[in-house]
């Protein structure tokens, strides 16, 4: 069953190809939406996808390319799609 996930990513996120490195780790699974970085410092994701690949992508969301350093992670699956065409780094 497609979901929609929404997450955001905080600690040394940006600046550290967090926002390259989902979208490579999106397309490997199918998985379409965008991440952007925020002015908090955060990185802001929005995904849709089966769960088991959100489930895995999330997995990746908590750990992040090398040199990110995660200390936080706030997400959220919700049934209601938008339907993006693809995985777009804002």
Known sequence: MEKHLTVKIYG???????RFGAKVEAEKRGIK??????????????AEGN???LSQFLEWCRKGPALAKVEKVDFEFKNE??????????
């Open 33 to 46: 939406g965008f991440a952007r970085n925020e002015d908090d410092g955060s990185v802001y994701i929005e």
């Open 81 to 90: 799609l938008k339907g993006f065409k693809s995985f777009d780094v804002k």
């Open 12 to 18: 040394f996120v940006q600046g550290m190809f967090f």
């Open 51 to 53: 769960e088991k690949d």
